[in-house]
């Protein structure tokens, strides 16, 4: 049985590309704080300072406590910065990357661990996609791959449905062959929020946007679009 958690799983979008104000909104909304205190990690992106400015401009005034948490930080740091925090956005880039730095340094432990005690993950593209047991990625630069990720969310994850023509079938594909497990496929503009026991809503700030389940089946997979 895996640990509760909370997770919110967004498939592109949103105010790292200045896009989708009303998916912060929805963040916001699942904090138990009023004022909740908010971290950013910009890994994926290598500390991306636009990204980061971002970060500070969209939550200005929404929160008592803003900050981020630089590349080569430590686990000892890095734990005593999410303790202190309320949500942690992970925002996205290169999946690879973002899971290599964080398994080298121990920032795995420290953030599967915050998540554990309670602390609301949300993540765009790779910052959505590396906390499940899989992911199709095109990070390794050999095109559209099951990535492994970190666990924490069962089954598998595919951002950006909409937006690039090849996932959807490539990502079925991998299903329905057994190489990766049955997952959730994530348009841009849509955010997906989970606990342990599987998705449990869906937010769209795009007409039209969903998530959907995608499963193995005998026939093939079998897509469905999440209420």
Not at 40 to 69: C, E, M, N, W
Not at 73 to 97: E, F, P, Q, R
Not at 130 to 142: E, I, K, M, N, P
């Amino acid at each position: 049985m895996r640990s509760a958690f909370k997770l919110i799983a967004i498939g592109g979008g949103g105010f790292t590309h200045q896009a989708d104000p009303a998916m912060e909104d929805f963040i916001l909304a699942q904090s138990a704080c009023v004022r909740p205190r908010l971290g950013f990690i910009g890994a994926a992106s290598q500390d991306d300072p636009v990204k980061i400015s971002r970060f500070y401009a969209r939550f200005a005034g929404l929160s008592d406590t803003l900050s981020h948490l630089l590349m080569g930080s430590n686990a000892h740091d890095a734990s005593h910065w999410a303790n202190n925090l309320d949500i942690i956005y992970v925002g996205g880039g290169n999946t690879v990357h973002l899971l290599k730095q964080w398994r080298q340094s121990g920032l795995d432990q420290v953030l599967m661990q915050a998540a554990r005690q309670g602390t609301l993950l949300a993540g765009v593209s790779a910052g959505a996609v590396a906390w499940f047991d899989y992911a199709l990625s095109d990070a390794g630069g050999q095109g559209l791959q099951p990535l492994a990720g970190l666990g924490l969310a069962a089954g598998s994850c595919c951002p950006h449905y909409s937006s690039e023509p090849a996932r959807a079938p490539a990502f079925e594909l991998a299903i329905a062959q057994g190489h990766l497990p049955n997952g959730l496929a994530i348009d841009d503009g849509v955010a997906v929020l989970l606990n342990q026991q599987g998705p449990q809503q869906v937010f769209s700030a795009r007409p039209g946007a969903g998530a959907y389940r995608v499963e193995h089946t005998a026939a093939g997979a079998v897509t469905t679009l999440l209420p």
